[in-house]
């Protein structure tokens, strides 16, 4: 994990050394996530919230990089009796285009678990040790910007690996919707062209 994110800061660097615009944001809203897992049928989606920072690097050519860092409350209703509630940082990077007033974004999405509960008749179970330590997902989202420096964005993150652990024999895989809010608190470059 170090190496990536030591990766990750030399591409931010030197993308915003050559970069015609650059912002700085903070962002929240709410996720609706559920898990396929293999061994049970009929899971059902949970809500929760999503809080963090994102940086836009727009490059001289039609697209940007947006790199986010954010608390996100995942997890699943398994039956009408058990909720899992499973934490992660997530660290999604995004190739970001502009299409009109809209502004498409996908790409990659790393998840660090930072805590998992497993909630049975409102007896909690620690689950952590049970599932992987590692996400990865593949996002697809949009975004809009009807008030200066104030974002409107809905995502959609499908998880692309098995976070159970190989003992328990269910395959499980994250799924997240998500809507946000959120604000630039920083911009630098021509603004008319990055809305």
Same mark, same amino acid.
């Given at each position: 994990?170090?190496?990536?994110i030591?990766v ?6 030197? *993308?915003?050394?050559?970069s015609q615009k ?9 996720n609706?996530?559920t ?10 989606? #949970? ?35 058990t #909720? ?7 660290i ?6 502009k ?25 909690k179970?620690d689950i952590k ?11 697809f989202?949009v ?8 974002i ?9 690996r098995? #976070? ?6 269910e395959?499980t895989?994250n799924?997240?919707?998500?809507? *946000? ?15």
């Amino acid at each position: 994990m170090k190496k990536f994110i030591l990766v990750l800061s030399f591409i931010l660097l030197f *993308s915003i050394s050559y970069s015609q615009k650059f912002g700085l944001g903070i962002k929240s809203g709410s996720n609706f996530a559920t898990q396929d897992i293999k061994s049970i049928q009929g899971t059902k989606s #949970i809500t929760g919230l999503h809080l963090g920072i994102f940086t836009y690097i727009k490059l001289p050519i039609i697209f940007g990089i947006q790199a986010e860092l954010q608390y996100s409350m995942q997890g699943t209703k398994v039956n009408a009796n058990t #909720i899992r509630n499973i934490n992660y940082i997530n660290i999604p990077l995004l190739i970001k285009s502009k299409l009109g007033p809209i502004n498409l974004h996908f790409g990659p999405q790393f998840g660090l678990l930072t805590s998992a509960i497993r909630d049975v008749d409102g007896i909690k179970n620690d689950i952590k040790d049970k599932l992987s330590e590692r996400d990865f997902s593949l996002v697809f989202g949009v975004s809009v910007e009807p008030i200066e420096r104030l974002i409107f964005s809905m995502r959609y993150a499908k998880g692309l690996r098995d #976070i159970s652990d190989e003992e328990l024999d269910e395959k499980t895989k994250n799924t997240v919707f998500q809507f *946000s809010l959120g604000y630039i608190l920083i911009r630098l470059g021509d603004k008319k062209s990055d809305k």
